[in-house]
Nanobody
């Protein structure tokens, strides 16, 4: 499964943006998809994950209530809607696919190249 995340860019604090993660595989609908982020000098950390059926979504405490993960399997795409953005949300964002809804990045088998999100005035 090849994944590609895109939609990053520069956003002002308090603003919103949506990232997309598209997959090459027609079996994408069967995978759990997670979002992770990595800021300079920091380890890659969990943001959110959505189950294959879309009926369960897990969020990191730092983004819960501000970010929304959703999926459109007809388009082989998972979205990360980011609202009320803060400077500390600045990072490279990655999507990954696996078979468990988990915060553990080691449980994800497929990774896409990241996309940069910069929150700054």
């Amino acid at each position: 499964v090849q994944l590609q995340a895109f939609g990053g860019g520069s956003v002002q604090p308090g603003g919103s943006t949506t990232l997309s993660c598209t997959a090459s595989s027609n079996s994408f609908f069967s995978y759990i998809v997670g979002w992770f982020r990595q800021a300079p000098g920091q380890e890659r950390g969990f943001v959110g994950a959505i189950r294959s059926s879309g009926d369960r979504v897990l969020y990191a405490p730092s983004v819960k209530g501000r970010f929304i993960v959703s999926r459109d399997d007809a388009k082989n795409t998972v979205y990360l809607q980011m609202n009320s953005l803060k400077p500390e949300d600045t990072a490279i964002y990655y999507c990954a696919a696996g078979n468990m809804v988990t915060r553990d990045l080691n449980a994800y088998d497929y990774w896409g190249h990241g996309t940069q999100v910069t929150v700054s005035s």
